[in-house]
């Protein structure tokens, strides 16, 4: 298939993966699309019915995931995070802006960085952080994978919008017991 071609090999099971959580919804892409295009296949491949891309260097919204963007609250029935959030300081107010960006019923598509990846990005959280936020502010999870990579392990995971929130969000507190690290809660 031709829309194929230009998507990366060890990407596409992992695209097809998802096409239940994009077929005919808005996607709004974090990151910009135009530094690597091979890891963004086209709105056709997903049957999407519009695309666009944040990011202050170059998206179609040339906007920082950290300013204000209470205009585009709950705009997109799809946010995909395709390795872009674990480049940004502020992470707390990037995944707050991008859960709060999904519409109720929508989808957060997540793909971070979650085991070693030293080097790579500012903060690479764990598995266990990212899923307790978004179960803590109003999404239900659907489905999480791993895939090994040569600097380390990825996460890809799928969030529901179940309930609206557009205030302050939590975020997940990890507890230290005895020395030992219990879940993140």
Same mark, same amino acid.
């Given at each position: 298939d031709r829309l194929l071609m230009t998507i990366v090999n060890h990407h596409k099971m992992h695209y097809e993966r998802l096409l239940p959580y994009t077929r005919d919804r808005s996607m709004l892409m974090l990151g910009a699309t135009t530094i690597h295009p091979q890891f963004y296949p086209p709105e056709e491949w997903f049957g999407l019915t519009s695309y666009q891309s944040l990011d202050p260097d170059g998206g179609d919204i040339t906007r920082s995931l950290t300013e204000d963007l209470s205009d585009m609250y709950e705009q997109f029935g799809v946010v995909w995070n395709l390795g872009t959030i674990e480049h940004i300081w502020d992470v707390h107010s990037a995944y707050s802006n991008a859960a709060k960006l999904v519409e109720v019923g929508g989808y957060f598509i997540g793909h971070a960085p979650v085991v070693k990846y030293r080097g @790579?990005?500012?903060?690479?959280a764990e598995d266990s952080a990212i899923m307790a936020f978004f179960a803590k502010n109003g999404f239900e999870h659907v489905e999480h994978w791993h895939m090994a990579s040569q600097?380390?392990?990825?996460?890809? @995971?799928?969030? *529901? *919008?179940?309930?609206?929130?557009?205030? #302050?969000? #939590? @975020?997940?507190?990890?507890?230290? #017991?005895n020395n030992k690290k219990t879940p993140i809660v």
């Open positions: @790579h990005g500012i903060c690479v600097l380390g392990e990825i996460m890809w @995971h799928v969030e *529901k *919008k179940v309930e609206s929130r557009l205030g #302050d969000l #939590d @975020h997940p507190t990890q507890i230290f #017991d």
